[in-house]
């Protein structure tokens, strides 16, 4: 070959690369900016999410006035969640943290989030006092760690009883092992957050250098653990806990599994995967090569305010001739069947939908749900209740093995299926 052309043949393929990702980058940032006005479009929805607002004020596209609008309900909420924490009910943790990274993230006072900010440093308190004597949190290591990390961009100094209740002791290193991804990333951003906290208004660090290296040495640890749950195509865990998992990638500087996860989780988006609003504000932040670490960088000025609510196109239904089916069973603790039901599956029923069809069917079967942020939580079967402090839940799975990551309004039973629940411990 000559040399001319050869020459030739290496400047096209040079050429070519960055048009090709240039193109790459302008429809994925079409397919982001879609999902972005798909979230929009969800804070029509009650009740308010704090992690769906957090999801819209990291974005770099906005509707201000939605925005505003969003944030006068969550206040609104939030007031009325802490008057029902007086009443002595059990610890919102994990909810309160999230409110107040909403309010940091729209650069509220302190004023506005004194309250809440006093709320949550008594609560952490009682959760790292619950493991000293019970080796566990009174909520759990997920809410811990969202607590920490509120406070943190909040510039609140954060007792160090408190942190260390984050940082892995070797002598109870067990307790981390089984941790699921996205708490062991939420402890990441905690971690990562108070080592490169600065006193406001001054250029010092607010925690000692011990302090920080132990931290750092904790991160290291944990992002061992998130790096070992990696896979090739791009999942750390399971889809919805990827999100989270690619911030603290992102945040410990691992751009590369970064990209690959971002470019995954978009191919998924594109399949429908993050219909729930929930997922989907864990997900946009980190498509926008955000993390919750930014909140505290937050000024709040001069943004864009371009963002418009999607119109979507109602579908038609398609009306199938033969009805088809889906079937039920309810299974106990010692693994006895003690209900089955076939349900006729009408247009894209959700579970809940199937669930409620079968309980309109017939009086022996009947379910109670709880309001999550996630969406209805199955809370109750029969009249048989998951309860926290017996460890039992309604484990939900398709045919015997395959546990569903969905919820119950998001999964699309398909015709044919076998859906069980199942009382199950964890």
Request: aromatic content about 6%; overall charge positive; some cysteine.
């Amino acid at each position: 070959m000559q040399p001319g052309v050869l020459l030739l043949l290496l400047l096209m393929s040079y050429m070519g690369v960055p048009l090709l990702a240039h193109k790459l980058e302008v429809n994925h940032e079409k397919a982001i900016v879609a999902l972005n006005s798909l979230l929009l479009e969800s804070t029509r929805t009650v009740p308010a999410n704090p992690s769906v607002h957090i999801a819209l004020r990291l974005s770099e596209k906005h509707n201000l006035q939605e925005e505003q609008t969003y944030l006068r309900r969550l206040k609104t909420d939030l007031r009325s969640l802490l008057s029902r924490s007086e009443q002595g009910s059990r610890p919102f943790t994990g909810l309160v943290a999230l409110h107040l990274l909403a309010l940091r993230v729209s650069c509220q006072d302190l004023q506005e989030k004194r309250q809440a900010l006093l709320y949550l440093k008594n609560k952490l308190s009682a959760e790292r006092n619950h493991t000293i004597y019970h080796q566990v949190p009174l909520t759990n290591y997920y809410q811990y760690s969202l607590g920490v990390l509120a406070l943190c961009v909040n510039d609140i100094r954060i007792d160090h009883s408190v942190l260390s209740g984050l940082v892995p002791h070797d002598h109870h290193q067990h307790h981390h092992h089984h941790h699921s991804v996205d708490t062991l990333a939420a402890a990441v951003l905690a971690l990562k957050c108070m080592r490169e906290s600065t006193v406001p208004g001054r250029d010092v660090w607010m925690y000692s250098t011990e302090r920080r290296l132990k931290a750092q040495q904790a991160i290291n640890k944990l992002m061992e653990k998130i790096r070992r749950r990696w896979t090739s195509n791009g999942d750390v865990g399971n889809i919805y806990s990827t999100p989270l998992a690619l911030q603290a990638l992102l945040a410990t500087g691992d751009t590369k599994r970064w990209l690959k996860g971002k470019i995954n989780l978009l191919n998924k988006s594109k399949q429908g995967a993050f219909q729930n609003p929930m997922a989907l504000s864990q997900l946009l932040p980190v498509l926008y090569r955000k993390t919750y670490l930014d909140i505290g960088q937050m000024d709040c000025r001069s943004e864009s305010d371009e963002l418009r609510r999607v119109d979507l196109e109602p579908l038609e239904p398609e009306l199938s001739s033969q009805p088809e089916f889906v079937y039920v069973s309810v299974k106990e603790r010692n693994l006895a069947t003690t209900y089955t039901a076939r349900v006729p599956l009408i247009n894209q029923m959700s579970l809940l939908k199937v669930l409620q069809a079968a309980s309109k069917n017939d009086s022996n079967f009947n379910f109670k749900t709880e309001q999550t942020l996630w969406g209805p939580f199955l809370s109750s079967v029969n009249h048989v209740p998951g309860q926290d402090d017996a460890r039992t839940y309604w484990r939900l799975s398709s045919g015997a093995h395959t546990s569903l990551i969905e919820g119950i309004q998001d999964y699309l039973p398909q015709p044919g299926e076998h859906i069980l629940l199942q009382l199950s411990s964890f």
